[in-house]
C-alpha cells in the first residue's frame, strides 16, 4: 500500500514539473520577437527603407540643455515622433502609445532604443517647454528643439511633411505627418511607422526590426 501511494506521488510531481515546463516554454516563446517578412511588417504599419538613407547632420538641442546631433542617434535605435508641445490631440496620444510601447519593452531592448519628440515649433518650444512637457510621458524620452531652418532641413530628407496653420491673430497650430520614424544605431533613416499607431504593432514590429539587423 505505501509502494502504491509513493507511486501515485511521484506520478503528481512527474506531472507537475511536466505542467511546470510546458507552461515555462509557452511563457518563453510568446516573450520571443515574431520574426516577419517585409510584407507582414508593411501590412502591420511598418515600412524599411532598402537600403537605409544617410541624412544631413544637425545641431539641435534637448530638453536638458545638451546639444543633439547624429552623433547622438548613433548605437542605439531610436524612435523620432515629430510633433510640438501645443498639439491638442495627435501629439499626447502618440506619446502615450510611444510610453506604453517602451514600458512592455525588456530591459535590455530599453537600453538599445530611445524615444525623441522633435518639434516642430520651435520658436515656442523651448528648452524649458520641453522639460516639462516630455518627462511627463516618460522620464527616458528625450525633447529636442533649436534652429527652425536646420529642423526644416532634416524634416526635408526625411519626408516629414508639416505647415504652420493660423487660427487667428498671433496664434496659429501645426499641421503635420504622424509617422514615428526609425533611426537605426548607425544614425542612417531605417523606415517608419505609419498611423494610426498602436503599442502592439509598434512593439511587435519594432522587436521583429531590432532582431534582425546586421
Known amino acids: 500500500m505505501t509502494n502504491q501511494k509513493d507511486g501515485i506521488v511521484k ?8 505542467i511546470i515546463l510546458v507552461i515555462s516554454g509557452f511563457a518563453w516563446k510568446m516573450n520571443q520577437p515574431v520574426i516577419m517578412t517585409d510584407q507582414q511588417l508593411r501590412v502591420n504599419g511598418a515600412i524599411v ?13 534637448d530638453h536638458h540643455g545638451n546639444d ?3 552623433e547622438q542617434l548613433k548605437g542605439v535605435w531610436t524612435m523620432i515622433f515629430f510633433g510640438f508641445t501645443q498639439c491638442p490631440d495627435v501629439c499626447p ?5 510611444l510610453n506604453e510601447t517602451y514600458s512592455k519593452l525588456k530591459d535590455a531592448e530599453k537600453d538599445n532604443l530611445q524615444i525623441v519628440l522633435l518639434t516642430l515649433d520651435p520658436e515656442r518650444d523651448s528648452v524649458e517647454k520641453l522639460a ?3 518627462p511627463y510621458f516618460n522620464q527616458d524620452f528625450i525633447g529636442v528643439t533649436g534652429n527652425k531652418h536646420l529642423i526644416r532641413r532634416l524634416t526635408a530628407e526625411i519626408n516629414i511633411a508639416y505647415s504652420q496653420v493660423p487660427l487667428g491673430k498671433n496664434e496659429y497650430t501645426i499641421d503635420h505627418s504622424s509617422q514615428i520614424v526609425l533611426i ?7 523606415g517608419f511607422f505609419k498611423a494610426p499607431h498602436s503599442e502592439v504593432m509598434l512593439r511587435q514590429t519594432w522587436r521583429s526590426i531590432y532582431a534582425t539587423f546586421n
Do not use: E, Q
Request: net charge positive; charged share 20%; with cysteine.
Open 68 to 70: 543633439f546631433s547624429k
Open 11 to 18: 506520478t503528481v510531481i512527474v506531472l507537475v514539473c511536466f
Open 93 to 97: 496620444t502618440t506619446m502615450a502609445i
Open 132 to 134: 516639462d512637457y516630455v
Open 184 to 190: 537605426n544605431p548607425k544614425g542612417d533613416y531605417h
Open 49 to 61: 527603407l532598402k537600403p537605409p538613407r544617410i541624412f544631413s547632420d544637425f545641431n539641435l538641442v
